[in-house]
């Protein structure tokens, strides 16, 4: 079993040969193995660019915990996370043509909402 769940992790951490899709690949079958966009982008000659997140960055900090007190008032208060850093979203762009094929894609990445 546990050979097997090597095997898995090995396959899904193999790269797709876009360039190799470029022409071949439809709008159909990046939905099916990707999911549904993110984002979607009508362009001109009716064709259309997709993007999908890939990995998600995320948000960390360092955050004080529990209650202080604020001079002025003398009341508790809730402390704020001093330092917050944002990690960079992974993502896919696919272009297709108006016949539904791949014709484009990029990796990249990008700072999340």
Known sequence: MLLG?????CQALQQV????????FSYEQAVAELGRPVEETELSGDMRR????????????????????QRRTMGVV???PTEIHRLRDRYLRLTFDRAGRMVAWENGTKTGD
Request: charged content about 15%.
């Open 5 to 9: 769940l090597v095997g898995a992790g």
């Open 17 to 24: 040969d876009w360039d190799g899709r470029i022409g071949q």
């Open 50 to 69: 997709a993007e999908w997140i890939t990995n998600s960055g995320v948000s960390t900090g360092r955050a004080l915990v529990g209650a202080g007190y």
């Open 78 to 80: 809730p402390l704020e």
